[in-house]
């Protein structure tokens, strides 16, 4: 089946659930990465045909960091392909030897960010060939409601046209329904190369319409944005999507 057909078929992303698996050095990124891509990755893709992301930290205020990103349509969906999991006895068997003697991991972190209208989905299809592709996860937090409704007009508007101009197309825009730092406008975007990343970021900043439409929106609702947060990661090589 095409690949744009099976996107379809399986319905729009409405959700992304995000896990943030905090490491220390020595034993447990090995352990992860070991019990992810033979078990959790296989094992949810029995159960669940809509994007799965997984991301190794390489700039972010905790490295060791894992953190995996799932679409899905609806919260009974989530919930439907967790309960699968764990009723799988091969996989629970391999689960519950992860986590025995020595802690798996630190602390783990999760968050529902809700899909924007205007955000796109991501079709599953071929990996690209070469190195990973350098992700960078964004998250802004607006200081009122009406701030965090400009921010997202912005982007609606006139501010996607020219990300798509210099280079710049995530992968999804979102808000968070539950975790920190909301109300938020929350997006992923995906670099052939982190030159690549800084090309395109230069470009956008001395772009002339981008200029003009951040005065334009500070005059209307101020600084909208008074938080940023900004990660670096590289796809796992057992991500599905790379």
């Known amino acids: 089946m095409p690949m744009a057909a099976a996107a379809q078929e399986r319905g729009k992303t409405r959700f992304y659930v995000v896990e943030r698996f905090f490491l220390e050095n020595g034993t447990q990124p090995g352990r992860l990465a070991e019990f992810f891509s033979k078990w959790l990755i296989p094992t949810m893709g029995k159960y669940h045909k809509g994007p799965v992301i997984v991301l190794e930290a390489m700039a972010a205020p905790h490295i060791p960091q894992v953190v995996l990103i799932m679409g899905v349509e609806s919260f009974e969906q989530m919930w439907s392909v967790s309960k699968s999991l764990f009723a799988d006895k091969e996989f629970y068997a391999a689960f519950d030897g992860w986590e025995s003697g020595e802690p798996a991991y630190q602390s783990q972190e999760s ?19 070469g190195a990973p592709r350098v992700f960078e996860l964004r998250s802004y937090h607006s200081p009122t409601a009406r701030q965090w409704k400009l921010l997202h007009e912005r982007f609606a508007g006139p501010e996607i046209k020219i ?32 030159a690549a990343r800084e090309k395109a970021w230069t470009a956008f900043g001395a772009d002339p319409e981008w200029v003009k439409v951040r005065a334009e929106s500070i005059a209307k609702g101020g600084q909208i944005s008074a938080v940023s947060d900004i990660s670096l990661y590289k796809a796992a090589a057992y991500s599905p999507v790379r």
């Open 111 to 129: 968050m529902f960010l809700e899909a924007m209208d205007y955000s796109p989905e991501i079709v599953m299809g071929e990996k690209p060939a």
């Open 163 to 194: 990300f798509h101009r210099v280079g710049v197309h995530p992968l999804f825009y979102s808000s968070t329904v539950f975790g920190r730092g909301r109300p938020d406008l929350t997006y992923l975007i995906p670099f052939d190369s982190l």
